[in-house]
């Protein structure tokens, strides 16, 4: 439960606004005119400015704001062997038109051989004064979600049971490896299960020729065999959400659909769920969680606009989260971050710092602790 271990009462899901000496940074290093040491320059110096602000707040879990990826799941999983990045030429649509660059694909055997991203942690750790840092990774989900059987090559992957078997070994060594390095909570960003809650989504696997049925417990299984990595003393947590990129999204439905799965047959320690619009359902999905055993954080304010939450509205919803399960179980932050891409929400970096600032104040006024 909350206290001295995370999930923190107020937490957040990780991501956060690049301030604009960033931006330019990258758009240069893109096109060629500043050397990726003088954009790890940048990197670091805003990246410690992140923390420092986090801190000074009263948050309890520091990231790094993923300030040195352009997405939120893509930079990951590219750096496992046999996945790239690539262009297609049928976009992922998010509502309102708008489309994401890059989609993924497989072009060979998956494994982990090189450390991703332990060099991000190690930055971060070796920079909070008194928070716990937080590392956050895309789910091993990801990787067959976006493009499914047409994105796997065959002939690495004749079926699909030996993808979904070197995936879950290869997240299992990357769990390692961040257990190793010293990491005690860890966010694994888990939207897709979010998305099988959405019948239009349903549809769309099925159109493609997927096999929707038993999809949700295949994910599981790759995310026990993650989580089975865990060292003692590790938080594992899970995100999900349904889309979040220039403050649009992509699915809809309630949780109920996955909700016994997702809270008695995966192995997190916690779970941040979205819940700043219906388009997430009601509370009743909390029934299926374990007594006593996992925490549940409300992302019941939004990070996709900058208008802040009042306190009795957010207190209004952690009460009636509280008739499905105890109010000891639960935890407040943001429905998800604040910049799943490098271009980020529409708000500013002062809403949104206002918006952690709240999370704090009412978790004080609820709980008498953050």
Not at 211 to 226: D, P, S
Not at 309 to 337: H, N, V
Request: with cysteine.
């Amino acid at each position: 439960m909350p206290g001295s271990t995370p999930p923190f009462r107020a937490d957040h899901v990780g991501s956060l606004l690049r301030p604009k000496e960033l931006q330019v940074a990258r758009t240069a290093w893109k096109a060629g005119t500043l050397p990726g040491d003088a954009l790890r320059e940048v990197e670091d110096r805003c990246i410690t400015a992140a923390i420092a602000k986090q801190e000074e707040i009263g948050l309890r879990a520091a990231t790094d704001g993923e300030y040195r990826r352009a997405y939120w799941h893509y930079d990951f999983v590219a750096g496992l062997d046999g996945v790239e990045i690539y262009e297609p030429e049928q976009k992922i649509q998010f509502k309102g038109n708008v489309p994401l660059t890059h989609a993924l694909r497989v072009n060979g055997k998956i494994a982990w051989s090189k450390p991703v991203m332990l060099d991000h942690f190690a930055y971060l750790a070796s920079h909070v004064r008194h928070a716990v840092p937080k590392q956050t990774i895309p789910s091993p989900s990801v990787v067959h979600f976006r493009g499914g059987r047409q994105a796997i090559d065959r002939t690495a992957y004749p079926t699909l049971d030996g993808f979904f078997g070197d995936l879950g070994e290869a997240y299992n060594k990357a769990v390692g490896a961040f257990g190793t390095a010293g990491c005690r909570y860890l966010q694994i960003d888990e939207v897709n299960i979010a998305y099988l809650c959405d019948p239009e989504q349903i549809a769309a696997l099925k159109a493609r020729g997927e096999h929707v049925e038993g999809l949700l417990e295949t994910y599981a299984a790759m995310l026990n065999r993650a989580i089975a990595a865990k060292p003692a003393g590790m938080t594992i947590s899970m995100h999900l959400c349904r889309g979040n990129f220039r403050s649009t999204w992509v699915a809809q439905g309630g949780y109920e659909p996955v909700a016994e799965v997702l809270f008695n047959q995966i192995d997190s320690d916690a779970y941040f769920m979205e819940y700043d619009t219906d388009r997430a359902g009601g509370f009743e999905p909390l029934r299926f969680v374990p007594r006593g055993k996992k925490t549940v954080v409300l992302g019941i304010m939004t990070s996709k606009s900058g208008v802040l939450e009042s306190k009795d509205d957010l207190k209004r919803r952690i009460d009636e989260a509280a008739k499905y399960l105890p109010l000891e179980q639960l935890a407040l932050s943001p429905q998800c971050g604040f910049a799943s891409t490098e271009e980020g929400n529409t708000l500013t970096e002062d809403e949104q710092w206002a918006k952690l600032r709240r999370c704090v104040e009412v978790a004080m006024e609820v709980w008498g602790d953050v």
